[in-house]
Structures are given as structure tokens and as C-alpha cells.
């Protein structure tokens, strides 16, 4: 199991706290946080020990893009 934190921004540039979970693997992030966003419109970030690992855009029908 890894850590991963999720962000919920309101677009890519902004700063946000975010939610720590212990999950397996990346692609297990990405459906978690996806499912769990909270407001329409905002940008989801997942980082592993603080590293931007993968972003998803805040615009409408947009992909999660990885940051590596």
C-alpha cells in the first residue's frame, strides 16, 4: 500500500491541502478521487511524497494527465 494525496483545487495553479489515503496503486488513486470530488468544475491533483504524480484539469470532459 502507498500514500497518496489528493487535491481539489479550483484550477491546476492553485494551492490546496489535501486528503492522505493509503492505497495500491495509481490508477486505485485516480478512481478514488474521482468518485470523491466534491464540486463540479475544479481540478483534482494526486501526489506521492509530495511529488505531482498525476493531475486531472478543471475543464469539462478532460483526462488525467501524468506529471512524471
Do not use: P
Not at 15 to 22: L, P, T
Not at 31 to 38: D, H, V
Amino acid at each position: 500500500m502507498k500514500t497518496f494525496t489528493i487535491i481539489e483545487a479550483q484550477n491546476t495553479n492553485s494551492i490546496r491541502e489535501g486528503v492522505s489515503v493509503e492505497l495500491s496503486d495509481l490508477s486505485a488513486a485516480k478512481r478514488y478521487a474521482t468518485k470523491n470530488q466534491c464540486f463540479y468544475g475544479t481540478a483534482l491533483m494526486i501526489e506521492v511524497d509530495g511529488v505531482l504524480v498525476a493531475q486531472k484539469s478543471h475543464e469539462k470532459n478532460s483526462k488525467w494527465v501524468a506529471c512524471l
